[in-house]
């Protein structure tokens, strides 16, 4: 059993910054892929990083390529999201999520395969 509580949302302006953290209890966080999604209201919940379970492998929505950062610190047992030069459609909740297994695009890509989510943050970018 894995629980996950992000925190780190907020506002910010458009251009601005903001990072997201996950923090994991359970001692085996590291066997976990993890990833952050986000969703608007009325819109389903899209992948927006993952992270392998070493933090070697990662991937990011095209959408966020070059802004985004996902790291992770297993000693701790957190996963983070680094959102740089935030624009206003980046507003959303965003999630962080756990699947057990390694960094393979076809479970990552797929939202069935992820067990365990957090409860969300908001993250709201005005223009």
């Known amino acids: 059993q894995v629980q996950l509580v992000e925190s780190g949302g907020g506002w910010v302006q458009a251009g601005g910054s903001v990072r997201l953290s996950c923090a994991a209890s359970?001692?085996?966080?590291?066997?976990?892929?993890m990833a952050w999604f986000r969703q608007a209201p009325g819109k389903e919940r899209d992948l927006v990083a993952a992270i392998g379970r070493s933090g070697a492998s990662t991937y990011y929505a095209d959408s966020v390529k070059g802004r985004f950062t996902a790291s992770r610190d297993n000693a701790k047992n957190t996963v983070s999201l680094q959102m740089n030069t935030l624009k206003p459609e980046d507003t959303d909740v965003y999630y962080c999520?756990?699947?057990?297994?390694?960094?393979?695009?076809?479970?990552?890509?797929?939202?069935?395969?992820?067990?365990?989510w957090g409860q969300g943050t908001q993250v709201t970018v005005s223009s």
């Open positions: 999520a756990a699947a057990a297994s390694d960094f393979r695009l076809g479970v990552i890509l797929n939202r069935a395969q992820y067990e365990y």
């Open positions: 359970g001692r085996t966080f590291s066997t976990y892929s």
